[in-house]
């Protein structure tokens, strides 16, 4: 079986869509019931990673019943379009505050090549629109039919970004968190904030955690990256690197720092929080998540979201 491709049992396929040709930084999920559901596509560059992965796992262009993201960010929806095309009798689900840019990408991709500026090209890509007619948009809750009486049954979650959803499986107890519950680092099983602007609001992003503990999910399963166990562990290790975070950021404002300085500044409060900052990591796994889940960005989306409440 092809590396990008790892059963976790269930029917479920763990797929490592290689986003900008880096492994373990961005998955997908296919879970392979009687109406097949692709859950996270990735990027648009990640698409035909994708579809050589279902096809080995014997899912055709007519075999796909829907594709699901948490949310819209490009890391996670970029292929969408590409995807839809790919697989023409697949539905499309995502939160009703992001299907709007599904069908029309253009206002997205206009500000995410201001932050990425050419960069975007290499890690992206462009999302393509998909057919109004080919989406169903849910809100704060949404049903998934996967055949044979399994479902997945989304939950509206922001606080990361404001069209996020969850999905719990019905039959597994698995629970997709995208980006809501943080990043899990595989490497060194270390859980880091992902905070960026301009949607990223802290109370908000800690209630989003506590709905998900009262689904009571048997796994996690991260979009960045991997399934994880230790539920409980590990969405109340999510709470506390927000709060811990924000505190830094916050301390940082408030003795009037800079954005370069106010990084630093919280990554010398954080280091010794995570493996991944340690000398005997290997520095090419520590910039991949770097790429991902940049320091900066945290930061930025921090202080944003502070701003808002001054």
Known sequence: MDTTI????????????????????????????????LVEPGTSGSAPTVQAALTELGVTAADLATVVVTHIHLDHAGGVGD???????AEVVVHEKGARHLVSPE????????????????????????DAARIRAVDDTGVIDLGGGRRLESHYSPGHAK??????DSATGDLYVGDAAGIYLQETADVRPATPPPDFDLDTALGSLRRFASL???????????PVTAVEDTLERSAEE??????????????????DHAVEMVRERTAHRYRITQDDIDPDVAAKYQVLN???????GIMHALSQHA
């Not at 927000?242 to 301390?251: N, P, Q, T």
């Not at 940049?294 to 930025?300: F, L």
């Open 294 to 300: 940049s320091d900066e960005s945290n930061v930025v």
């Open 242 to 259: 927000l709060r811990v975070w924000v505190d830094a950021v916050r301390d940082a404002r408030d003795a009037g720092l800079d954005v």
């Open 107 to 130: 206002r997205l991709m206009r500000s995410a090549r201001r932050v990425y500026g050419d960069a975007l090209d290499v890690l992206f890509g462009e999302l393509k629109p998909t």
């Open 83 to 89: 995807i839809a095309a790919m697989y023409p009798g």
């Open 216 to 226: 009571q999910p048997q796994r996690l399963l991260f979009a960045h990256y991997g």
């Open 6 to 37: 790892t059963p976790l049992g269930g029917d479920v396929y763990e797929i490592d869509t290689r986003m900008a040709g880096y492994s373990g930084i961005t998955a997908g999920y296919l879970i392979l019931s009687d109406r097949p559901c």
């Open 163 to 168: 069209h996020h959803v969850g999905l719990m």
